[in-house]
């Protein structure tokens, strides 16, 4: 079973730019970020598949990229141009299998899930 655990998170203003990192115990995986505002429901925001093909959700096209490292164990989700509207508990998930349908992840898709790390943008 893999383990997960997020860092990055923090406080920003509108306009500027977070990096989450997700450090994975195995890299055997297919990887995602999900966020959770409250009140909501947990939605997908990245995945990236074992054949590094990567799908996004509507609301973040152009502004975030999901990204592995060489060894594949750590995922990162580089996020510019930020907005209040992206304030939310950020979680790693992954899943097992190589290949990830178009679109963005599905919360119901992933099995295994982090902590979470928190990105609050100020206006």
């Known amino acids: 079973q893999v383990r997960l655990v997020e860092s990055g998170g923090g406080s920003v203003q509108a306009g500027g730019s977070l990096r989450l990192s997700c450090g994975a115990s195995?890299?055997?995986?297919?990887m995602a970020w999900f966020r959770q505002a409250p009140g909501k429901e947990r939605e997908g925001v990245a995945v990236?598949?074992?054949?590094?093909?990567?799908g996004y959700a509507d609301s973040v096209k152009g502004r975030f990229t999901i990204s592995k490292d060489n060894a594949k164990t750590t995922l990162y989700l580089q996020m510019n141009s930020l907005k209040p509207e992206d304030t939310a508990m950020y979680y790693c998930?992954?899943?097992?299998?190589?290949?990830?349908?178009?679109?963005?992840?599905?919360?119901?898709?992933?099995?295994?899930w982090g902590q979470g790390t928190q990105v609050t943008v100020s206006s």
């Open positions: 990236i598949d074992r054949l590094a093909r990567t």
């Open positions: 195995e890299s055997r995986y297919i």
């Open positions: 998930a992954a899943r097992d299998g190589v290949w990830y349908r178009q679109g963005p992840p599905v919360t119901t898709d992933f099995g295994y």
